[in-house]
Structure formats: C-alpha cells, structure tokens
Nanobody, 117 residues
Framework: VQLQASGGGLVQAGGSLRLPCVAS????????MGWFRQAPGKQRELVAS???????SYADSVKGRFTISRDNAKNTVYLQMNSLKPEDTAVYYC????????????WGQGTLVTVSS
C-alpha cells in the first residue's frame, strides 16, 4: 500500500485546514486508518483514527477540534483541522493500522502544517 498525504500549508492560529490521504490498492476499505504527526524534536504521535465502519478516536490534544473521516470509494481518509494552534505545527502522516493502532506500512513524505501565532 502506498499512501500520499497532502493539503498542508501555513495557516494562522484559529484557522482551518483539511488534509486528504489517498491510499493505493483495494485493501483500504478493510482496515483501520490513522493520522499521525511529528513535531520538531518530538516523537511521532497518533492524533486520530477511524475504523472500517466509521467509529473514531482522537488524542486528547485534538479532541473537539479535529475530525477524521473516510471515503472508501475514493480510497481516501481526511483530517479536518479547525481552531488550529501553534502547537499543532508538525508533519502529518497517514497510515494503515492494526486493530491495536500499530502502523503497518512505510511512512510517506507526509505534509507539513505550520500554524503561526
């Protein structure tokens, strides 16, 4: 499976961005998907995930501000980010997850989100 995240950019605090991630292959609809981020000098962290039937989970730091969704027909998972904060600045990646939330594919380039104060 190859994953291509996009949609990042520079945004002011309080702004919004929507990140799409397109997955190659037909297994997309069979797996839990997740969005991760890695800020400078920090470990990569899981911020949101979505199961096959649509149930979701979020890190406490983004709960109420970020929304993950998926379009199985388009092999795409989205991350809608609202009320962005400078601490959301990071490279964002998507990945296919096991049921326990472990990423299973190689990391792509990700997409950089920079939030200015």
């Amino acid at each position: 499976v190859q994953l291509q995240a996009s949609g990042g950019g520079l945004v002011q605090a309080g702004g919004s961005l929507r990140l799409p991630c397109v997955a190659s292959g037909s297994i997309f609809r069979l797996h839990r998907m997740g969005w991760f981020r890695q800020a400078p000098g920090k470990q990569r962290e899981l911020v949101a995930s979505i199961y096959v039937l649509g149930s979701t989970s979020y890190a406490d730091s983004v709960k109420g501000r970020f929304t993950i969704s998926r379009d199985n027909a388009k092999n795409t998972v989205y991350l809608q980010m609202n009320s962005l904060k400078p601490e959301d600045t990071a490279v964002y990646y998507c990945n296919v997850l096991t049921g326990d939330g472990v990423p299973t594919t190689s990391w792509g380039q990700g997409t950089l989100v920079t939030v200015s104060s």
